[in-house]
Nanobody
Framework: QVQLVESGGGLVQAGGSLRLSCAASRSIFNIDTMGWYRQAPGKQRELVAGIARGGSTNYADAVKGRCTISKDNAKNTMYLQMNSLKPEDTAVYYC????????WGQGTQVTVSS
């Protein structure tokens, strides 16, 4: 079982930056895939970025070039650096871990004002 706790969300002006963190309750070294999803009001949850055990990454087209996903195995923590934020990035951001099943964090709110 894996417990995930997100942090780092908040209110930021358009063009600003935020770094989200996802702390895991166990070692993430052997976790197959970790990722960030987001859900805006009235919209379906969507993948933002993912990172595999070996470090390969993938991004949604909407955030390519603006976001960077990374992880620190020693700290059991995954990150999402978000730059050049836009109002349409406003959403609740969730981290996930695929380890004999998919685990979700409770989410952290990101609000980008215009």
């Amino acid at each position: 079982q894996v417990q995930l706790v997100e942090s780092g969300g908040g209110l930021v002006q358009a063009g600003g930056s935020l770094r989200l963190s996802c702390a895991a309750s166990r070692s993430i070294f052997n976790i197959d895939t970790m990722g960030w999803y987001r859900q805006a009001p009235g919209k379906q949850r969507e993948l933002v970025a993912g990172i595999a055990r070996g470090g390969s990454t993938n991004y949604a087209d909407a955030v390519k070039g603006r976001c960077t996903i990374s992880k620190d195995n020693a700290k059991n923590t995954m990150y999402l650096q978000m730059n050049s934020l836009k109002p349409e990035d406003t959403a609740v951001y969730y981290c996930t871990a695929d380890y004999f099943g998919r685990y979700w964090g409770q989410g952290t709110q990101v609000t980008v004002s215009s």
